[in-house]
């Protein structure tokens, strides 16, 4: 069922377009970018010659033949509507990927809803021996893993793109896999605790502490593995830009920053964290439960981004502080004081990806220099 939409793909994809597209991502990402916001598009459009079906989120998760051709048809409307969008598939499990792998109940909306899943938290009344057993039964079994849980199906289906990757030259060449969603540390967690989580941080912060450490070296253990399996969250094996005086160069990885595609945008480094949970906690609470594993993650995998949703301008200059953040992808600038935000990322070379525009153009309109690091869609 999926070559006619993979022959449709490859054969409507142009090297030079895609390079070219490539090149100026790269440029922006390594801060060559020259001009107020960055928001590039293809050189041309490609429609389709076939109709692509839709496929809503419980057909995809139910099927990997499914779950491929909804992620290629996101790739096949970025071509048709010319956007500039890089090309990304992943394993589209939703947040409770990493849940999966301790007993988690998982909960889907209708087919009517289009959601991803979540799942059910382990203490919804507030009574914490579910995590202490969790935590004295240390690390889950990696190796047991198949398609009964998330996290199994999460591999397989990395597997699954890989072998399309490599049947096709073109679609191998420019649609990156990026890495699933496993969320950051205190995210997962609280997915896994529910509500309570928040009392339970001043009740039991040494249980909590242990959880985190639990939760941060498990996804570190995870992600390797699905990296072993031969999969790459790294946008290409070689890293394209675009140097002004020589045209189009090629360097190994070892010779450059490594650059990520993820959300059809990139950044520099590999990992892509969320921290949606930090918009409850104080910057103290930032510092002490959320900091110290996201470092940890930074650290295991050279560097990368995070996202945040909601308000975020109470933790970002601690969360911009750490080594190898490179990329902020933040909701809800109207949620935020973005003079704090713009201080503490594109004023210290941290880009702003998938920006409102909104929030760009007001801050151009009142005199704010963006240094060429904001990025809008």
């Given at each position: 069922m999926l070559e006619p939409y993979l022959d449709d793909l490859e054969s409507r994809l142009d090297d030079e377009v895609e390079d070219r597209l490539y090149a100026e991502w790269a440029d922006f990402t390594a801060g060559r970018f020259v001009g107020d916001i960055f928001s590039p598009r293809r050189a041309t459009a490609g429609p389709p010659r076939v109709e692509w079906p839709r496929v809503v989120v419980n057909e995809a998760i139910a099927d990997f033949d499914r779950m491929a051709l909804q992620q290629?048809?996101?790739?096949?409307?970025?071509?048709?509507?010319?956007?500039?969008?890089?090309?990304?598939?992943?394993?589209?499990?939703?947040?409770?990927?990493?849940?999966?792998?301790?007993?988690?109940?998982?909960?889907?909306?209708?087919?009517?809803?289009?959601?991803?899943?979540?799942?059910?938290?382990?203490?919804?009344?507030?009574?914490?021996?579910?995590?202490?057993?969790?935590?004295?039964?240390?690390?889950?079994?990696?190796?047991?893993?198949?398609?009964?849980?998330?996290?199994?199906?999460?591999?397989?289906?990395?597997?699954?793109?890989?072998a399309i990757l490599g049947r096709y030259p073109?679609?191998?060449?420019?649609v990156?896999?990026?890495?699933?969603?496993?969320?950051?540390?205190?995210?997962?967690?609280?997915?896994?605790?529910?509500?309570?989580?928040?009392?339970?941080?001043?009740?039991?912060?040494?249980?909590?502490?242990?959880?985190?450490?639990?939760?941060?070296?498990?996804?570190?253990?995870?992600?390797?593995?699905?990296?072993?399996?031969?999969?790459?969250?790294?946008?290409?094996?070689?890293?394209?830009?675009?140097?002004?005086?020589?045209?189009?160069?090629?360097?190994?990885?070892?010779?450059?920053?490594?650059?990520?595609?993820?959300w059809g945008m990139m950044h520099e480094g590999v990992i892509m964290l969320r921290d949606d949970s930090a918009m409850n906690l104080s910057p103290a609470m930032f510092e002490e439960f959320v900091k110290p594993y996201d470092q940890r993650l930074l650290d295991a995998f050279g560097g990368g981004a995070i996202h945040f949703c909601g308000r975020g301008d109470h933790y970002i200059d601690s969360m911009c502080a750490m080594p190898g953040m490179h990329a902020i992808a933040m909701s809800q600038p109207d949620y935020n004081d973005m003079e704090v935000i713009y201080g503490a990322t594109v004023d210290r070379g941290i880009n702003l990806i998938g920006l409102n525009r909104t929030a760009a153009e007001s801050a151009l309109a009142a005199g704010r220099d963006l240094h060429g690091r904001v990025h809008c869609w």
């Open positions: 290629f048809a996101a790739a096949s409307r970025a071509l048709a509507e010319g956007t500039g969008a890089l090309l990304n598939v992943r394993s589209n499990y939703g947040t409770s990927i990493l849940p999966s792998l301790f007993g988690v109940a998982l909960f889907r909306q209708d087919n009517e809803q289009d959601t991803l899943p979540t799942s059910w938290p382990l203490c919804p009344d507030g009574n914490l021996d579910p995590i202490r057993r969790l935590v004295d039964a240390g690390v889950p079994d990696l190796d047991a893993l198949d398609e009964t849980t998330l996290a199994g199906r999460t591999l397989l289906m990395a597997d699954r793109f890989e073109k679609i191998g060449r420019h990156h896999h990026y890495h699933p969603d496993l969320q950051g540390p205190m995210d997962v967690c609280e997915v896994l605790v529910g509500s309570h989580l928040f009392l339970a941080l001043v009740d039991e912060p040494a249980l909590i502490h242990a959880f985190l450490d639990l939760l941060t070296e498990t996804y570190i253990r995870y992600l390797r593995r699905w990296k072993k399996r031969g999969h790459s969250s790294f946008a290409r094996d070689e890293t394209v830009f675009l140097d002004q005086n020589q045209g189009f160069s090629s360097h190994k990885k070892d010779e450059c920053p490594l650059f990520s595609a993820h």
